[in-house]
Nanobody
Framework: QLQLVESGGGLVQPGGSLRLSCAAS????????IGWFRQAPGKEREGVSC????????NSADSVKGRFTISRDTAKNTVYLQMNSLKPEDAAVYYC????????????????????WGQGTQVTVSS
């Protein structure tokens, strides 16, 4: 059974940092592009960042550029989202998702393109 599990969420003060992890079980992430998404109460799910199969391509939303970094560790079968300079508007449930694109250098932040989803991890940014 293909499963993604997010971890690393929590409560942080504005300006603080968190690192989210997306671990896979039952399959290797080597053949999947990975996206991080977030959804705040009453809002649509938003594509935050994505990384291609090869890791050579990343794409991030304008709202997080320069603050969030997505990366993948093949040996650990895990994808990370390093979040720095967090703002109250970053608070949401964060999800990772996977899709098998034929193009190893391609990713997209559109939720509908992804096939496998984790359960999410809560990020709260508050003083």
């Amino acid at each position: 059974q293909l499963q993604l599990v997010e971890s690393g969420g929590g409560l942080v003060q504005p300006g603080g940092s968190l690192r989210l992890s997306c671990a896979a079980s039952g399959f290797t992430l080597d053949y999947y592009a990975i996206g991080w998404f977030r959804q705040a109460p009453g809002k649509e799910r938003e594509g935050v960042s994505c990384i291609s199969v090869s890791g050579s391509t990343t794409n991030s939303a304008d709202s997080v550029k320069g603050r969030f970094t997505i990366s993948r560790d093949t040996a650990k079968n895990t994808v990370y989202l390093q979040m720095n300079s967090l703002k109250p508007e970053d608070a949401a449930v964060y999800y990772c998702a996977a899709v098998a694109f034929r193009n190893r250098n391609y990713c997209i932040r559109r939720p509908g393109e992804y096939d496998y989803w984790g359960q999410g991890t809560q990020v709260t940014v508050s003083s």
